[in-house]
Structure formats: structure tokens, C-alpha cells
């Protein structure tokens, strides 16, 4: 297994990926007698039948293995979290066959959430720390979901920023 | 003002007006090796294009007065707490010609989030405590908004359950 590196999530970092769902750095503009302002529009939401769920997430402890990555190719699927606690986000870039390439560990803090564009390869969901719960914004369609293993062993995240 | 009485959220108290998203009694199976467990598809999500924002909400302190309540007649709009903090959830069945009537009131746990079904009659959101992030999944259409102002000075929320 290959050792992989761990940056902190920002925009621009996860920009060839999707979005970050944040409030900082948003536009926003007060709603509602101003009791409320509205972080408006954080990201597309792509698909044909939109569902909201929430996925309940185990612990992941260090080292973590990347053994395989997984795609959605007709939705955009957004997490968010909902215990305020850091969790991994994994993403890899799609080569000239498809497949994907070396891939890329943002620690996200428990204020952000992510939107994985359609066709974004990715680990799935990573809690640390503790069971952590998220909301999922993604889309009911067949054919919607594509595998990849990793030769070799895949990759291990051995540290946290 | 006429008093407003408050009962704690439920799923067959909220019926009604649209679906309560929550983890308790909803359907969940495990996913991503049984690392996850998906509650699933927890409410309608009606409209033409799917919005994913973030509202920050300044608290409410009693007594909460109710004069207006609004509706989205082409979509859906989901608010979902990202703080685990209770917060108060107010509607109002349409009457024949349309206008809101008495209104009903639900204390929502930090654990709760809702959805209002397209042209439910409801409160702008009511943060409690401290200021509060919601994750609200509405849509972007025009003449998607009526308000209705209360005669009579309104409703008002004296105490909580």
C-alpha cells in the first residue's frame, strides 16, 4: 500500500472534484426580517430524482486503508455533516480511460461538507473520531454507481494534518 | 394576539403539512461494507431545480409572535438543524379559499429536521437558544413565494412543552 498524503479541505483544492459546502467564503444575504441569513446556493444538485437521507457513519482509526473508489455518474451526491466533527473526504481524478488516477485525502472540519460532481471518483464516507451522522443529498437512478479496486494493495492514509 | 400552544414534533403530528427527517422509525440499511448505515430517502423532494444552502438563524426568545406565515407553491423546502439545538416548527392548514388557518406549533429536537410539503402555509425558520445553521434544500422558482399576514395581531407562542 502506498502512503497518502493528507491536505486540509479548501475550494480551490477540491474544485476538480465539486463543491465545498461552507458558509465561509459564501454568498449570502439576510432573508426574513433579517432573523436569517441564507448561504445561498452552496453547490449544484445534479440528477434526475433528488433523495435526502442520512447516512450514520463508523470511525474510521488510523492507518486507513484506500483500497477502492466508487463513482456516481448521473447524480451529484452531497454529504454534510451534522455532528460538527472532522471527517476524510478521498477523491481521485479520472484518467484518459476512465479509471481513476492517483488519488487525493482532504480532512474536512466538521463545518464543511462536500458535493462530488457526477462522474467524481471517491472513497466512500470516512467518520472519524466517533459514529457521526451526515446529511446526503443524492439521486435515485439505475446505473448509477461504478466500482474500481485498486491493484497492489491500494493506498494507506497513515496521519492527519 | 392569541395564544399559540406548542407540542413536541412527531411524524403523525407533522403528516400533514409534510415529512419529519429524522433517523428515529425511518427505513436504514447498511452500505460501503457496513461502515454506513443509510436511513433513505426521508422525504419528497418536489420542485425543478434543487438548491442546497445553509441558513444561519438568530434566536427567538419568548414570547414568539406569529403574524405572517409563508408558502412555496411549486417545491418543496427541507430544513435539516447542524447544530443539534431545538428549534420551532410552525404551519398552518390551507382553508377552502386557500388562506392559512390556526396555525399549529412543534418543538423539534436538534435531532429533527423537516419538510414542508409545496404550499404548505408555515413560519419563516425559528432558531432557539443561540444562532443556528440549518442545511435547507429548497428550489430556485420564480413566483414561488406567498405570504399571508395575520389579522388580529396574529398568534403567540407563550412557553414551550
Known sequence: MKPLAVDPLTRTAFA???????TDGADH????????ERFHDLCPVVGRK?????????????????????RH?????AFVPLDRRPWLVVVAPSGPDGAPGEPAAFLATGAQGVSY????????????????????????????LEEHEFGDGGWVIERLP
Chains 1, 2 share one sequence.
Open 50 to 70: 433528488t433523495l435526502i437521507s442520512i447516512f450514520r457513519g463508523r470511525p474510521f482509526a488510523l492507518p486507513i486503508p484506500i483500497a477502492m473508489v466508487e
Open 117 to 144: 460532481a457526477p462522474g467524481t471518483w471517491h472513497h466512500p464516507l470516512i467518520a472519524l473520531e466517533a459514529v457521526s451522522e451526515f446529511l446526503v443529498v443524492d439521486h435515485a437512478t439505475a446505473d448509477n
Open 29 to 36: 444575504f439576510p432573508i426574513n426580517s433579517a432573523t436569517t
Open 16 to 22: 476538480p472534484f465539486g463543491d465545498v459546502i461552507e
Open 73 to 77: 455518474p448521473l447524480g451529484s451526491q
